[in-house]
């Protein structure tokens, strides 16, 4: 929050700084040439020396040129009005002050440089919108399952690959995109809230959720996934309930072998989600006739 604030501010500073320039020189514009020439090296040293020289420096250069330029100005004889000269001995000090302050301001944002790496990552890891891990988290825990299924000598292991994917979730995506981003926050939250704090929760994209759950029995995944499927009920996009595809595998020591990487496991939930669309549309052609 402070850092957004001094960007805002830095910003703010290039803007009156332009401003003051601009105003500056149309108003060194009604004089002479030599008065217009005068303002714009003056406009030029002070922002050169805000840029370029130390703040302490530049508070004594203000002070001995503002007390200089007074001298001259109220010792030699210039045909110009008493603003005109006051915005001549002003032009050098405030412009320089501009200069170093938005130097100071703007330098805050190095930050961004330096923790790129720590936002790339996290980007990379959490998704903005849901909250929750990314597929690249995913393809890391399934990795670590299966090797540890596949070696674990002492007692059988298991984990439970389950997709849910949001239907036509692309159509309001590209026509009502906060509508959109408002649905993948409610599907999240119904995962936090019907899951088991054991299972590991992810959304891998294009409106796709996976749920990886370890060594659960039978009844206490279709438990749960009977909760989650009546929470996903209670959704509304505009007036219409979203439709979601599901699909899963259980992966043990016996079949961990034929899905040797996550994305071979994905393509056989994606054929069960598309089973799974086949079958719905049966049911609703059934009740319907």
Not at 122 to 136: A, C, G, I, P
Not at 170 to 196: C, D, G, M, P, W
Not at 238 to 266: C, H, L, S, Y
């Amino acid at each position: 929050m402070i850092r957004r604030h001094l960007v805002e501010i830095g910003l703010t500073v290039l803007f009156l700084m332009g401003a003051l320039i601009a105003i500056l020189m149309w108003w060194a514009g009604k004089y002479s040439t030599t008065a217009s020439t005068a303002m714009l090296v003056l406009i030029l040293l002070g922002t050169a020396a805000g840029d370029l020289i130390p703040s302490i420096l530049l508070t004594w250069l203000i002070i001995g040129l503002t007390t200089i330029g007074s001298a001259l100005m109220m010792m030699g004889y210039v045909v110009m009005t008493l603003p005109f000269k006051i915005s001549l001995l002003l032009a050098f000090p405030i412009c320089a002050s501009l200069s170093s302050l938005s130097r100071y301001l703007l330098s805050g944002w190095g930050w961004i440089d330096r923790n790129r790496a720590e936002i790339n990552s996290y980007v990379e890891h959490y998704d903005q919108v849901t909250k929750l891990q990314t597929r690249y988290n995913a393809q890391k825990i399934y990795q670590k399952a299966r090797q540890f299924i596949l070696e674990d000598p002492h007692e059988d292991q298991w984990l439970y690959a389950t997709a849910i994917h949001w239907s036509h979730n692309r159509q309001i995506r590209h026509f009502h995109s906060r509508e959109y981003n408002r649905t993948l926050r409610e599907v999240a939250k119904v995962l936090k809230n019907n899951r088991l704090p054991a299972e590991s929760l992810y959304y891998i994209g294009h409106g796709t959720f996976l749920i990886i759950s370890f060594n659960l029995t039978k009844q206490t995944y279709d438990y749960r996934n009977q909760l989650t499927r009546e929470g996903l009920k209670q959704l509304r996009v505009g007036q219409a309930t979203p439709q979601f595809k599901w699909g899963a595998k259980r992966i043990t020591k016996d079949n961990a072998d034929k899905f040797p990487e996550f994305e071979d496991v994905m393509r056989h939930i994606n054929r069960d989600m598309e089973t799974d669309l086949i079958v719905e549309y049966m049911k609703g052609a059934d009740v319907n006739g």
